[in-house]
T-cell receptor, first 114, second 114 residues
């Protein structure tokens, strides 16, 4: 069974600085998808970024980028120029190509300090 | 603004009540999902509907009964719930069950069982 591990239950960052959230996963598949979702106190899960395992190029979405290391099974999220609105719970998630089941990590609570 | 709308936002019910949670999307998505989320935990998949047919039931107790009347609507009927069923219930949708299509989440219904 696939597992996703987020080893940092809580992180904090100063506004305008950069922070990296860690995620590792375990799978025997060669092709799969990885996601980072953000859940602010408003409760909605918002897709931040996604990566397809067969693509070597790291995904980027504005201030958000990933460092995808397939051999190490690592998928970290870097947030640049942190803003107060980035404060949220961040979940790393894995999905096989053959189905729709998302396996989530336990989450990292990010605090942004002014 | 969320493209997946859930009602009600909050629900308090007794253990003998019958109530329903509703979810609606107008993005033309053909896969819809119900998740249960406890505080500070990741969402747990309950049900998946694909083209209005139930395709995944994660061994959910029968006191939870899903229904998909059409491609835009997803209901979750509740009956004889237990206090441990108190949680945030999230609905999501995706273009179809292929996992490269990201899931879009609603704001959730906060359910409290007295």
């Amino acid at each position: 069974a696939q597992t996703v591990t987020q080893s940092q239950p809580e992180m904090s960052v100063q506004e305008a600085e950069t922070v990296t959230l860690s995620c590792t996963y375990d799978t025997s598949e060669s092709d799969y998808y990885l996601f980072w979702y953000k859940q602010p106190p408003s409760r909605q899960m918002i897709l931040v970024i996604r990566q397809e395992a067969y693509k070597q190029q790291n995904a980027t979405e504005n201030r958000f980028s990933v460092n995808f290391q397939k051999a190490a099974k690592s998928f970290s999220l870097k947030i640049s120029d942190s803003q107060l609105g980035d404060a949220a719970m961040y979940f790393c998630a894995y999905s096989e190509t053959s189905g729709s089941r998302l396996t989530f990590g336990e989450g990292t609570q990010l605090t942004v300090n002014p | 603004d969320t493209e997946v709308t859930q009602t009600p936002k909050h629900l308090v019910m007794g253990m003998t009540n019958k109530k329903s949670l509703k979810c609606e999307q107008h993005m033309g998505h053909r896969a819809m999902y119900w998740y249960k989320q406890k505080a500070k935990k990741p969402p747990e998949l309950m049900f998946v509907y694909s083209y209005e047919k139930l395709s995944i039931n994660e061994s959910v107790p029968s006191r939870f009964s899903p229904e998909c009347p059409n491609s835009s609507l997803l209901n979750l009927h509740l009956h004889a719930l237990q206090p441990e069923d108190s949680a945030l219930y999230l609905c999501a949708s995706s273009q179809d069950r292929r996992s490269n299509q990201p899931q879009h989440f609603g704001d959730g219904t906060r359910l409290s069982i007295l």
